[in-house]
């Protein structure tokens, strides 16, 4: 199987279509016959960063590569950064305001569910700058 590319724009605030890039890739990763779980592992991973992206990094792009032994999700955000990301990795801990919390969203539970579901995460993030999170799954 050769490599397969996809790219996605993730509009910041834009809860209509929040999700449609992982959801995209889900549909690929079943119609070249992955596993159920394997899918799963990869399809909350990246829905965890998208909405991230979406939340706190006011948009970005989600780049896909699949190859035939994994999947490398890498979503690029232009927001404020993490300034700790070991306190950001802890279940529960959040910065997402109130009006997305009561959406449904900001439960603090984005980057570790990423952690769960990835056979490997990267975080790069600057203060000021953004945050690029890489997600590796393997088949």
Same mark, same amino acid.
């Given at each position: ?30 119609? !070249?016959?992955? @596993?159920?779980?394997? #899918? ?5 991973? *990246?829905? =965890?960063?998208?909405?991230? &992206? ?20 890498? !979503?690029?955000? @232009?927001?404020?950064? #993490? ?5 950001? *990795?802890? =279940?529960?801990?959040?910065? &997402? ?43």
């Amino acid at each position: 199987m050769s490599t397969i590319k996809l790219k996605y724009e993730i509009p910041a605030n834009d809860f209509i279509i929040a999700g449609e890039a992982s959801s995209n890739v889900k549909n690929k990763l079943t119609q !070249i016959g992955v @596993s159920a779980d394997i #899918i799963k592992k990869a399809a909350i991973s *990246m829905y =965890e960063a998208e909405i991230n &992206a979406v939340i706190h990094g006011n948009g970005g792009y989600a780049y896909v590569e699949i190859f035939s032994d994994k999947v490398v999700i890498k !979503i690029v955000d @232009s927001g404020p950064g #993490i300034p700790d990301v070991e306190q950001a *990795m802890q =279940e529960g801990y959040s910065t &997402a305001p109130d009006k997305i919390r009561e959406m449904g969203f900001g439960a603090g539970m984005g980057l570790p569910n990423m952690k769960k579901y990835a056979d490997k995460l990267e975080i790069y993030t600057e203060v000021g700058k953004g945050t690029t999170i890489i997600i590796t799954v393997n088949f």
